[in-house]
């Protein structure tokens, strides 16, 4: 690294990181080059292969395993490729193993040329140099919402929103009646679902969300009190065995006063009356996890006949199968955080306790605890770098390429085939090449000056597949937000119809390996800032007080004045030096590469920094 003077009044509080990282190790990551290529980890493209394979015929009687990947050396350099105007790139092999009943074969299997990331975080496709823009989504996992009814009735819901698979939606209606969208279709009662999961009588429900209590009065009077709450079990006479009063209902005056002559002196309570569980059950006509299971499937699929085992089937599919369900790592991380779980982040399926805790989440906002969600802030928005984005349409190409397998061996002699005669490379090399050629998020690469090469490596496109369009985005995730602070630039964005959903990442900022941007602050401990770099996202930092970088300090590195203005969420308050937690590392860690060049900044107003930011990149020597 060259020396670098720094005249500026305020020294940094670290190095400026090298800007093209967010295009080069996510690479790195994806294609794994550089470990034992049978010591690879289960991420990037070793993860798509091992989630494909093996490939099973239908009679499970022949296996196509998969062993390992190779990766070849390029035909020409990246000077020489644009000269030729041909790709740069590498030939992409896989070694498998087909398991038959006679014999075990191996063999090495080419599936095409894949485009090699340059030293300067491009890609040379037809001898033209583009750049994979990285897409800012709405992250996996669970939001809660509050909408207002018609009525003026505040509406809580919650979704599970999986990387991939059906979403699954619970809402309270207008009655407190809670109710559950199954892949934003059909909805059920949410009791009907918990029936189907297990939880089959009403008791078990009940049992969910709150405890019992046994009551043994030895007066009328002491009963009286019990007035209100809901019964565990029938409550039936000793004698006669008639039930007086139904589980999951209310005591009345009239009831107690029936139980009480019946001699009846033990009752089994709910501690707490859950009103919108009760009111759920109430309205659930089903009593046995057949009655549910049937009841969901004849809403989901109206029309097939119905069998009890097709119900179950189509249940596992929708939500317990990871071929057709996954959460993500980052969907996992997000649960755990939101709802104090402690599951693995390698369990990518649904489960039932997951389940159970959103409900439980959702009953807890409607008495007034917990938060609701904002989604635009940056805790449940994240970055898909290239390497994931490429991993997504590895996983599309190497999907068609089983089911092409599977046909194959369906139809012909599999003893005497070998496996590549299974595999179908070019299926996968078309959608590789479909995407680095036609994707929204592919572009050919700005070369106006240096400037607009570097800021074109790190835009974040909030359009593109899976994201919005300039049509449905409204004002709201086009805006500022105070999560942003030292993570996407709040001047640098294109003017007209994309301001706001295309941003470029601050100086300072990085993306960690769940997809959330981080951005470095400098430790302040009882009230003195540290040589300590700690980088956060935006969901831990809330959580903290963090001063500005332009906080008088002295020698020693304690604040000089009583009052140091700070942040907090959106909030701007003035802490005492004791109990601010961060500071900034630099003014300029708020801004982009671009709008960091121009000098004076703090003096400019905002809409013509955002000119300015965007002419130097048109700026020719």
Same mark, same amino acid.
Request: with cysteine; aromatic share 8%.
């Given at each position: 690294?060259?020396?670098?003077?720094?005249?500026?009044?305020?020294?940094?509080?670290? *190095?400026?990181?090298?800007?093209?990282?967010?295009?080069?190790?996510?690479?790195?990551? @994806?294609?794994?080059?550089?470990?034992?290529?049978?010591?690879?980890?289960?991420?990037?493209?070793?993860?798509?292969?091992?989630?494909?394979?093996?490939?099973?015929?239908?009679?499970?009687?022949?296996?196509?395993?998969?062993?390992?990947?190779?990766?070849?050396?390029?035909?020409?350099?990246?000077?020489?490729?644009?000269?030729?105007?041909?790709?740069?790139?590498?030939?992409?092999?896989?070694?498998?193993?087909?398991?038959?009943?006679?014999? %075990?074969? =191996?063999?090495?299997?080419?599936?095409?040329?894949?485009?090699?990331?340059?030293?300067?975080?491009? @890609?040379?496709?037809?001898?033209?140099?583009?750049?994979?823009?990285?897409?800012?989504?709405?992250?996996?996992?669970?939001?809660?919402?509050? %909408?207002?009814?018609?009525?003026?009735?505040?509406?809580?819901?919650?979704?599970?929103?999986?990387? *991939?698979?059906?979403?699954?939606?619970?809402?309270?209606?207008?009655?407190?009646?809670? /109710?559950?969208?199954?892949?934003?279709?059909?909805?059920?009662?949410?009791?009907?679902?918990?029936?189907?999961?297990?939880?089959?009588?009403?008791?078990?429900?009940?049992?969910?969300?709150?405890?019992?209590?046994?009551?043994?009065?030895?007066?009328?009077?002491?009963?009286?009190?019990?007035?209100?709450?809901?019964?565990?079990?029938?409550?039936?006479?000793? $004698?006669?065995?008639?039930?007086?009063? $139904?589980?999951?209902?209310?005591?009345?005056?009239?009831?107690?006063?029936?139980?009480?002559?019946?001699?009846?002196?033990?009752? =089994?309570?709910?501690?707490?009356?859950? !009103?919108?569980?009760?009111?759920?059950?109430?309205?659930?006509?089903?009593?046995?996890?057949?009655?549910?299971?049937?009841?969901?499937?004849?809403?989901?699929?109206?029309?097939?006949?119905?069998?009890?085992?097709?119900?179950?089937?189509?249940?596992?599919?929708?939500?317990?199968?990871?071929?057709?369900?996954?959460?993500?790592?980052?969907?996992?991380?997000?649960?755990?955080?939101?709802?104090?779980?402690?599951?693995?982040?390698?369990?990518?399926?649904?489960?039932?306790?997951?389940?159970?805790?959103?409900?439980? #989440?959702?009953?807890?906002?409607?008495?007034?605890?917990?938060?609701?969600?904002?989604?635009?802030?940056?805790?449940?928005?994240?970055?898909?770098?290239? &390497?994931?984005?490429?991993? =997504? /349409?590895?996983?599309? &190409?190497?999907?068609?390429?089983? *089911?092409?397998?599977?046909?194959?061996?369906?139809?012909?002699?599999?003893?005497?085939?070998?496996?590549?005669?299974?595999?179908?490379?070019?299926?996968?090399?078309?959608?590789?090449?479909? @995407?680095?050629?036609?994707?929204?998020?592919?572009?050919?690469?700005?070369?106006?000056?240096?400037?607009?090469?570097?800021?074109?490596?790190?835009?974040?496109?909030?359009?593109?597949?899976?994201?919005?369009?300039?049509?449905?985005?409204? @004002?709201?995730?086009?805006?500022?937000?105070?999560?942003?602070?030292?993570?996407?630039?709040?001047?640098?964005?294109?003017?007209?119809?994309?301001?706001?959903?295309?941003?470029?990442?601050?100086? #300072?900022?990085?993306?960690?390996?769940? &997809?959330?941007?981080?951005?470095?602050?400098?430790?302040?401990?009882?009230?003195?800032?540290?040589?300590?770099?700690?980088?956060?996202?935006?969901?831990?930092?809330? !959580? #903290?007080?963090?001063?500005?970088?332009?906080?008088?300090?002295?020698?020693?590195? #304690?604040?000089?004045?009583?009052?140091?203005?700070?942040?907090?969420?959106?909030?701007?308050?003035?802490?005492?030096?004791?109990?601010?937690?961060?500071?900034?590392?630099?003014?300029? !860690?708020?801004?982009?590469?671009?709008?960091?060049?121009?000098?004076?900044?703090?003096?400019?107003?905002?809409? *013509?920094?955002?000119?300015?930011?965007?002419?130097?990149?048109?700026?020719?020597?």
């Amino acid at each position: 690294m060259p020396n670098r003077k720094n005249f500026a009044k305020l020294k940094e509080g670290t *190095r400026i990181p090298y800007l093209l990282e967010i295009q080069s190790e996510s690479y790195r990551d @994806f294609l794994q080059m550089d470990a034992p290529k049978t010591k690879r980890k289960n991420e990037g493209l070793q993860a798509v292969f091992e989630e494909v394979f093996p490939i099973q015929s239908n009679d499970e009687k022949y296996r196509l395993e998969y062993l390992y990947y190779t990766i070849g050396r390029p035909k020409y350099d990246r000077l020489e490729c644009q000269k030729r105007a041909v790709s740069y790139a590498v030939p992409l092999k896989i070694k498998v193993r087909l398991k038959s009943p006679k014999d %075990t074969k =191996e063999q090495e299997v080419y599936l095409g040329d894949l485009p090699l990331m340059t030293e300067n975080g491009t @890609f040379i496709i037809n001898g033209d140099e583009r750049v994979v823009v990285s897409q800012l989504h709405r992250s996996p996992g669970v939001s809660f919402e509050e %909408t207002l009814h018609s009525t003026g009735k505040r509406i809580y819901s919650g979704r599970i929103i999986p990387g *991939r698979g059906a979403w699954m939606e619970f809402e309270f209606d207008a009655n407190d009646v809670l /109710q559950v969208f199954i892949d934003r279709r059909k909805k059920i009662l949410s009791t009907i679902l918990l029936r189907a999961l297990g939880y089959e009588s009403n008791e078990d429900i009940m049992r969910l969300f709150t405890g019992v209590e046994r009551a043994r009065p030895t007066r009328k009077s002491g009963m009286l009190k019990y007035i209100g709450r809901v019964v565990v079990k029938d409550v039936k006479h000793p $004698e006669t065995g008639e039930i007086i009063l $139904e589980n999951n209902k209310v005591l009345d005056e009239v009831i107690i006063g029936k139980i009480w002559e019946s001699g009846v002196r033990y009752l =089994e309570l709910f501690r707490d009356t859950v !009103q919108e569980i009760t009111n759920t059950l109430e309205r659930d006509h089903t009593k046995t996890r057949e009655e549910a299971l049937l009841d969901i499937y004849r809403k989901l699929r109206p029309g097939d006949p119905l069998t009890v085992e097709s119900a179950r089937t189509l249940l596992e599919r929708l939500f317990f199968d990871k071929r057709r369900y996954d959460l993500t790592k980052v969907g996992r991380y997000i649960l755990n955080r939101k709802l104090s779980m402690k599951a693995s982040l390698s369990k990518t399926i649904l489960d039932k306790e997951t389940i159970i805790n959103v409900i439980r #989440y959702l009953l807890d906002l409607k008495s007034g605890q917990g938060e609701i969600d904002d989604i635009d802030h940056l805790g449940n928005r994240r970055v898909r770098t290239v &390497g994931e984005l490429l991993g =997504e /349409q590895f996983r599309i &190409g190497l999907v068609r390429m089983e *089911r092409f397998a599977r046909d194959r061996m369906a139809i012909y002699d599999v003893d005497t085939m070998m496996p590549y005669h299974l595999i179908n490379s070019k299926v996968l090399s078309s959608v590789i090449k479909d @995407f680095f050629g036609r994707s929204q998020l592919s572009q050919f690469m700005d070369q106006t000056n240096p400037l607009a090469e570097m800021t074109h490596k790190r835009r974040l496109s909030a359009l593109g597949p899976g994201g919005l369009s300039r049509e449905r985005a409204g @004002f709201e995730v086009r805006d500022v937000h105070h999560s942003h602070y030292g993570r996407i630039c709040p001047i640098e964005t294109p003017e007209g119809p994309n301001i706001g959903l295309i941003a470029s990442l601050s100086t #300072y900022a990085r993306v960690n390996k769940l &997809g959330f941007i981080e951005t470095p602050y400098r430790k302040v401990e009882a009230g003195k800032v540290t040589s300590k770099i700690d980088y956060l996202t935006a969901d831990v930092e809330d !959580q #903290y007080v963090v001063a500005q970088a332009n906080a008088k300090l002295d020698k020693e590195g #304690y604040f000089t004045e009583d009052r140091v203005s700070c942040r907090k969420k959106g909030n701007f308050p003035l802490v005492q030096p004791s109990k601010i937690d961060y500071m900034d590392v630099s003014p300029k !860690q708020l801004i982009s590469v671009a709008a960091g060049l121009i000098p004076f900044l703090e003096h400019d107003d905002a809409n *013509r920094a955002l000119m300015g930011s965007n002419m130097q990149r048109q700026a020719v020597p």
